[in-house]
């Protein structure tokens, strides 16, 4: 199975920073990665695909990079609304898909 | 207007069963692989078991193998999921989700996630 390791675990930050966040696949993904965001409560939500592929409706302040095994989700100038727990997905391997364990984006 | 809404869930004892459904709209259902993805209170998202367009070919996470079962029935539009002998570690809001295909290789295969349902819990406890 390909393991997906998302570091830090929580981050901490204020209202206009520039945060980033590193997904670790343990071995090759090509860019067959996505990110989603889930809010408390909520169903997560697609964010990115393809490792850098705006899904429709996103702001652009999200981008993201990567190929191979090293990721970053990078949020641009953070929103009240982005504060939130984020993860990683690989889908090179459909069984199984894998996750990271989540980054919690939390306000500083 | 694209949606999932799961339906089923609730309390059962271990070594019980429960069916878990999903009703779509909004897309052509017959067009995309589905699957369920579970995420225990507190903590991460674990993939469950996914469904091809045709329901030909399925897959599930080691840990559920031999006691769930994911069917489809496309003129329907639904997607369930057949729990069996259920353990405390199934306890988790189970989300059903649109697949979206990908090609690698030039094959066909079930790639990211794009729409999610709202979740249905199921709690297993005495």
Redesign the interface.
Known sequence: DIQMTQSPSTLSASVGDSVTITCRASQRISNWLAWYQQKPGKPPKLLIYKASTLETGVPSRFSGSGSGTEFTLTISSLQPDDFATYYCQQYKDYSPWTFGQGTKVEIK | EVQLVESGGGLVQPGGSLRVSCAASGFTFSHNWM?W?RQAPGK????VA?IKQDGTQT????SVKGRFTISRDNALNSVSLQMTNLRAEDTAVY?CVRV?S?T?YGMI???????????TTVTVSS
Not at chain 2, 44 to 47: A, D, T
Not at chain 2, 109 to 119: L, N, S, T, Y
């Open positions: 699957s993805v991460g998202l674990e993939w996914n897959n599930y996470v080691d989300y979206w990908i690698i295969i079930p790639g990211f996630m794009d729409v999610w349902g709202k979740g």
